[in-house]
Structure formats: C-alpha cells, structure tokens
T-cell receptor, first 113, second 113 residues
Framework: DTAVSQTPKYLVTQMGNDKSIKCEQN?????MYWYKQDSKKFLKIMFS???????INETVPNRFSPKSPDKAHLNLHINSLELGDSAVYFC????????????FGPGTRLTVL | GQQLNQSPQSMFIQEGEDVSMNCTSS?????WLWYKQDPGEGPVLLIA?????ELTSNGRLTAQFGITRKDSFLNISASIPSDVGIYFC?????????????FGQGTTLQVKP
C-alpha cells in the first residue's frame, strides 16, 4: 500500500540515451512534483502538476519533459542524457498545490556514464 | 530567489544528547516544514508550522516558527541511534500559490551509541 511509488529505483545508462522514470500515487492527491537531489543532497523542485496541468516549471533543460496521463501519475522523460544529470530524482504529491503536506517517493538514483 | 540557510551542516553526537538545528532566510515564509531523510529513502515530514511563533512537538521533536517569519528551529531531545539521517527545513513563501517548497541544505546527524 505504498503511497508514492517510483520505478526504477536505480537507473544506470550511457550518455546520450533517453530514459523515463515513472511515478504513481495512490493517495488521491491532485498535485504531483518532481525534485532533483544532487550529490551534495540539495533538493530542488523541477516540475509540479495539478490535475494533469503544469503549474511549476523551474529552469530545467528542455531535455526533461514531464508527462501526466492522469492525476495519479507523473512520469519524467529525459532525452540525450548528460553526465550532469546524475542525481537522485524524487517524485512527491500533495492534496493540492498550496500549503498541504508533500509526500515523497523513495527516489530513483540515476547514474549517467 | 528565496534561499534558506540551514545549520549546522553536520553533527556527530553521543546517544542521549539533545540536538538543535536551525534555518534562516532573508525573506519571510508562510509555512515552515521539517523533513527527515533516511539513507536510500525519500524525505518524510516530521513537523509542519503555519503561524509565526508557533511551537509544535512530535514526540522527542520540537520545532518553532520564528516570530519574524524568517527562521525556524528543530530540537531533538535524548537522541537515539535511529535519529541518524539528514534533516531538512523547507519553507513556502507568501508569494507562492503553487506549493513550491524551498529546501535548506540539510543537517546530517550521526549518533554514536
């Protein structure tokens, strides 16, 4: 009965490849997020969707494209992977986009070789 | 943009000791949150603060929302080995109507049994 789940847990790939990370929440929340945690553990928001609509789009290379097929899923596609994309990516969700608690998934560790 | 300064960066303490960490900002926040991240996991919410001056406890944890709305602290009393992890403060500013959280750099806590 995992609340926010991500797959895969680990992803190792070569530079230049295209990859996807999937996220699903079973909390009935309206808002989902993608965060990037770098090697210094700094957490920074990348995207946020509310009811499948993009509401936050930080300064992220357009090689990163989120896709929300329904409000329970928010997938992250990354094209032409670069070494600097190596990080841990966290999906999160909240009831709505305002002051509600954000619940985080377990993270996907992406390593680009 | 808004930034949070969290200190200390790391702490190494003896089991049973009390711990204190804090976050400061140059701009005001409407909400302060404290998260804990265990190795290989996503951040988990510990305490949420919504009003200036608010003091909230969760077991051995106590957090306060500073009167100026520019700072917050987290105290852990009588630390135990399972308190080990990275503690993050996070804030939502008054201009944020999108749920965007700004995270501190994290405090890594190690507890020696």
């Amino acid at each position: 009965d995992t609340a926010v789940s991500q797959t895969p847990k680990y992803l190792v790939t070569q530079m230049g490849n295209d990859k996807s990370i999937k996220c699903e929440q079973n909390l009935g929340h309206d808002t989902m997020y993608w965060y990037k945690q770098d090697s210094k553990k700094f957490l920074k928001i990348m995207f946020s969707y509310n009811n499948k609509e993009l509401i936050i789009n930080e300064t992220v290379p357009n090689r990163f494209s989120p896709k929300s097929p329904d409000k329970a899923h928010l997938n992250l596609h990354i094209n032409s992977l670069e070494l600097g994309d190596s990080a841990v990516y966290f999906c999160a969700s909240s009831q709505d986009g305002w002051t509600d608690t954000q619940y985080f998934g377990p993270g996907t560790r992406l390593t680009v070789l | 943009g808004q930034q949070l300064n969290q200190s200390p960066q790391s702490m190494f303490i003896q089991e049973g000791e009390d711990v204190s960490m804090n976050c400061t900002s140059s701009s005001i926040f409407n909400t302060w949150l404290w998260y804990k991240q265990d190795p290989g996991e996503g951040p988990v919410l510990l305490i949420a603060l919504y009003k200036a001056g608010e003091l909230t406890s969760n077991g051995r944890l106590t957090a306060q929302f500073g009167i100026t709305r520019k700072d917050s602290f987290l105290n852990i009393s009588a630390s135990i080995p399972s308190d080990v992890g990275i503690y993050f403060c996070a804030g939502q500013g008054p201009s944020s109507n999108t749920g965007k959280l700004i995270f501190g750099q994290g405090t890594t806590l190690q507890v020696k049994p």
